[in-house]
């Protein structure tokens, strides 16, 4: 489908909107420009409140720093000189942050090594826990939504009430219970590894990418079914269905498609939700991720490594946060054009 | 209903119309756990930390009504102490994020100048910060405990109340009653949290109520990964994590029932929290 057929097929149908527009259009490249700066900045004042976090504690950093472990005069000298702890904190903020442009992420007191090595030797578990996870809400929460939507009566308030249940169990808690029923009961999924690679670890992972999508599956389900809703009730539904469209079609081109937008926006949500509770998850089923190496961190008082995966938690929440503003325009050009008020 | 007819309702009825069912289960099942919570020390049958080595794992029976712990440990009444520890670091955020948010809301809202979008920006950035992560953050900084997670998430969650109230203002802002009262020589703090203040409640209510379910669910998921309460007390997220072992021996119960807890609770406040928010929908539309 090319741009133009995009555009038509998203505007035509429903004929020009009423809704003023609420300022003047920008070019592309303008809007572009703007979310780019947007999203330097909020990086940077992320990254200023993570370095800074370490100052609200009271006393000696280096001493913050080695807690847990002997205070010997060389260990303090060595954290004082590795973090730079003689020099002021703004100069301690600008080599940090200049490390890590450049892939230096300090080093890890407890694996003696470099926290980047460590965090990269536990990227791919979280990365394909998030990614399985991130499949089965899409195909489960919106099929659910679109079920719901499409049956009136009996079949959404049914599904309806399954998803508010299955949006307030935590993911700790739906980790524990497909345990129970899954690998002590029924004995079908393992409850603990991530397996060797291939179809081993899609195994392994099942159950632990459940849990940790169930919150966003009910989620995404309930936002797609509301704004399918809202869609099924707009005249270009109903002039494509009296054009003789088939309810598939009519479905799959026009309400789904211009019901996606909300369904987008929850995805930066989404995302950092993930990452956040695969610590939990990780935990509980054994993975050894980048949310397991979080929890074991702040156990082993390791806070260059804590610090690390703060940061790339929220860089990830905020660049997928733009990606999703700069993709929505293209699903729907109502919003470059700033006549959507959403 | 095929009668349209609204007669007025009086005495008890009159409240049984303003909720729905469903929501008045929900408040009875939050009523009964805050109160067997709040009065557990009375109402416990056992010392939530009395260990019996000869009786553990044992099923619900007269003397143990769900059963005991691999400790040997009454359930009902770790449940019931555990409750104390799990529904007082959500009140506390509750109340504290929600304070906090309204002032700033209020004055983000108000101030029409750079303080409004500078406050914006603020909780623009403390969105990115999810409250998980901070309250880990925070553990990290000032150790494991509730003191660190329910300051954190204090904050985290200031933004979601601070946002709505501030949208909430900028509307209330251009009201006929309070271009009155500007005109009429009011001073300004009177008018704002003397008259706009309360308008704000209901609303910022209904999404307070939902973060209290957030909130719970989230310090005990920090519980249950051992960086929040730590033990011998009992907290529904930990006493999960202890029954770990027993569970995957096959012995259900002692995680089940604060799971089972955890969920409804959450379930309880969700519907709560709904129930208000569309009331307040229908109120305005």
Known sequence: MTATEQVQATVMPGGPTHKRAKRPAVGPAVYIVKKLLALALTLFVASLAVFFSRFLVPGDPARFLLRGRSPKPEALE????????????????????????????????????????????????????????????????????????????????FILITLTAAGAVPPFVAAIALVALFSVGLGWFPSFGSGDGGLDRIWHLTLPALALGITYIAMVARVTRSSMNEQLLREH???????????????????????????????????????????IIERTFGLSGIGQLLVQSIDRLDFAVVQAIVMVVVAAFVVVNTVVDLVQPLIDPRIAAGTESR | ???????????????????????????????????????????????????????VLAGPSGQHLLGTDALGRDLLSRLMHGGRTSLLGPTIVVIGSTVLG??????????EGWLGKVLGRVFDLLFAFPALLMAMLAIALFGKGLFAPILAMTIAYVP????????????????????????????????????????????????????????????????????????PTSDWGAMIEESRGALLGGYILPAFWPALVVVMVVVAVNVIGEELSDRIGGKLS
């Open chain 1, 78 to 157: 060595e954290i004082t000189r590795q973090f730079g702890l003689d020099k002021p904190a703004w100069e301690q903020y600008l080599n940090w942050l200049g490390g890590i442009l450049h892939g230096d992420w300090g080093r890890s007191l407890t694996y003696r090594q470099d926290v980047s090595d460590v965090l990269l030797g536990r990227l791919p578990t979280t990365l394909q826990l998030v990614a399985l996870a991130a499949v089965f809400i899409t195909i489960l929460g919106l099929f659910a939504g679109i079920v719901a939507s499409l049956n009136k009566g009996f079949g959404d308030r």
């Open chain 1, 237 to 279: 539904v109903e002039v494509a269905t009296s054009r003789g469209l088939t309810r598939g079609s009519v479905v799959a081109r026009h309400v789904l498609r211009n019901a996606l937008g909300p369904i987008l926006t929850v995805s930066g949500v989404l995302v950092a939700g993930l990452l956040v509770s695969s610590a």
């Open chain 2, 1 to 55: 209903m095929t009668l349209a007819i609204q007669l007025p309702q009086t005495g008890l009825r009159r409240y049984g119309s303003l909720l729905s069912p469903m929501a008045w289960g929900a408040l009875a099942v939050a009523a009964a756990v805050v109160l067997l919570s709040l009065f557990a020390p009375v109402l416990a049958p056992y010392d939530p930390d009395y260990v019996d080595l000869n009786n």
């Open chain 2, 102 to 111: 309204l002032l700033l809301g209020l004055v983000a809202g108000w101030s």
């Open chain 2, 160 to 231: 979601y109340v601070a946002r709505l109230a501030q949208s909430l203002v900028v509307a209330e802002r251009s009201r006929p009653y309070v271009q009155a009262y500007r005109v009429l020589g009011f001073r300004t703090p009177w008018v704002v949290l003397g008259r706009v203040l309360p308008n704000l409640i209901p609303t910022v209510g209904a999404q307070s109520t939902l973060n209290f379910g957030y909130v719970l669910a989230d310090l005990a998921a920090l519980s249950f990964i051992g960086l929040g309460v730590q033990p």
